[in-house]
């Protein structure tokens, strides 16, 4: 069974950044990966994600802040967060696209002054 580990979580003030990492247990080899986060009271929601021959798409409102990329070599899948505003609070996970591997314990991301 695959396991997801992700990392790089924190508190940060709006306008700072922060760089996610998710490594993989096995291959991701010709694996869609993404990055997806749930905030509190609210549904599990696609952030990006990144096909294996790494294009990209953005849930709306993290466009042109947010960098997902993958290293198939490491197993790991990365997610720079800049610009963060406190609406980008939320616990993130990795998995697989559509999402059907076990979910992993997240990293929390809270932004705010």
């Known amino acids: 069974q695959v396991q997801l580990v992700e990392s790089g979580g924190g508190l940060v003030q709006p306008g700072g950044s922060l760089r996610l990492s998710c490594t993989v247990s096995?291959?991701?080899?010709?694996?869609?990966m993404a990055w997806y986060r749930q905030a509190p009271g609210k549904q599990r929601e696609l952030v990006a994600r990144?096909?294996?021959?790494?294009?990209?798409i953005y849930l709306d409102s993290v466009k042109g802040r947010f960098t997902i990329s993958r290293d198939n070599v490491k197993g790991a899948v990365y997610l720079q967060m800049d610009s963060l505003k406190p609406e980008d609070t939320a616990v993130y996970y990795c998995?697989?696209?559509?999402?059907?591997?076990?979910w992993g314990q997240g990293t929390q991301v809270t932004v705010s002054s």
């Open positions: 990144i096909t294996t021959g790494s294009t990209t």
């Open positions: 096995g291959t991701i080899f010709g694996i869609y």
């Open positions: 998995n697989e696209y559509p999402g059907t591997w076990s």
